[in-house]
Nanobody
Framework: QVQLVESGGGLVQAGGSLRLSCAAS????????MGWFRQAPDKAREFVAA????????WYADSVKGRFFISRDNAKNTAYLQMNSLKPEDTAVYYC???????????????WGQGTQVTVSS
């Protein structure tokens, strides 16, 4: 069993930056692919970024490429999402998730955090 807790959300002006953290409990964190998703009001949850257990493989949604950067520290059981050049359309609840599949689709993420709110003002 893995429990995930996100932190680092908040209110930021457009063009600003935030770093989200996802702290995981459990000894198997380093074997999971970790992903970030977001859900804006009245919209479906969407994929943002993911990083494989090996740290080498990363994937990004086109909407965040070049602005967001995912990383992880397996020794600290923590995944991160560095968000730069934020836009009002990035406003959403951000969730981290874990999967034992190397490049999972959303249905293959089995562990989810509670989410952290990110609000970008114009």
């Amino acid at each position: 069993q893995v429990q995930l807790v996100e932190s680092g959300g908040g209110l930021v002006q457009a063009g600003g930056s935030l770093r989200l953290s996802c702290a995981a409990s459990g000894r198997t964190f380093s074997s999971y692919t970790m992903g970030w998703f977001r859900q804006a009001p009245d919209k479906a949850r969407e994929f943002v970024a993911a990083i494989a257990w090996n740290v080498v493989n990363t994937w990004y949604a086109d909407s965040v490429k070049g602005r967001f950067f995912i990383s992880r520290d397996n020794a600290k059981n923590t995944a991160y999402l560095q968000m730069n050049s934020l836009k009002p359309e990035d406003t959403a609840v951000y969730y981290c998730a874990g999967s034992q599949v190397l490049q999972p689709d959303v249905s293959q993420y089995v562990y989810w955090g509670q989410g952290t709110q990110v609000t970008v003002s114009s």
